[in-house]
């Protein structure tokens, strides 16, 4: 059984940087592919990045938010940059058996994360 713990939400201004980290047990990383999604309230739960066992990454947020990983802490990291008021959301990192697609949709992810509140001011 794999379990996710994260970390790393706060209140932050406008424009400010944010580093979550997921960190994984049971597991090992490298197996696995990891999806960041974040929930507003009122909203549904959406992708906004994650990357696949093999290194290849992707984001919906034009290249603000970054996926990374340190399989050797058996860590995921996402990094967000200018941050925005509408970025405020509860985030998760997710994690499925690895395969070559990244997965979007979050059914499509067996493990999940606490969840953590980014909350932007402007």
């Known amino acids: 059984q794999v379990q996710l713990v994260e970390s790393g939400g706060g209140l932050v201004q406008t424009e400010d940087s944010l580093r979550h980290s997921c960190a994984a047990s049971?597991?090992?990383?490298?197996?696995?592919?990891v999806g960041w999604f974040r929930q507003a309230p009122g909203k549904g739960r959406e992708f906004v990045a994650g990357?696949?066992?093999?290194?290849r990454t992707t984001d919906y947020t034009n290249g603000r938010f970054t996926v990374s990983r340190d399989n050797t802490k058996n860590t995921a990291y996402l990094q967000m940059n200018s941050l925005k008021p509408e970025d405020t959301a509860t985030y998760y990192c997710?994690?499925?058996?690895?395969?070559?697609?990244?997965?979007?949709?979050?059914?499509?992810?067996?493990?999940w994360g606490q969840g953590t509140q980014v909350t932007v001011s402007s």
């Open positions: 997710a994690a499925r058996t690895g395969s070559i697609p990244v997965f979007v949709d979050p059914e499509d992810y067996a493990y």
């Open positions: 049971g597991r090992s990383l490298n197996t696995l592919n």
């Open positions: 990357d696949v066992f093999t290194g």
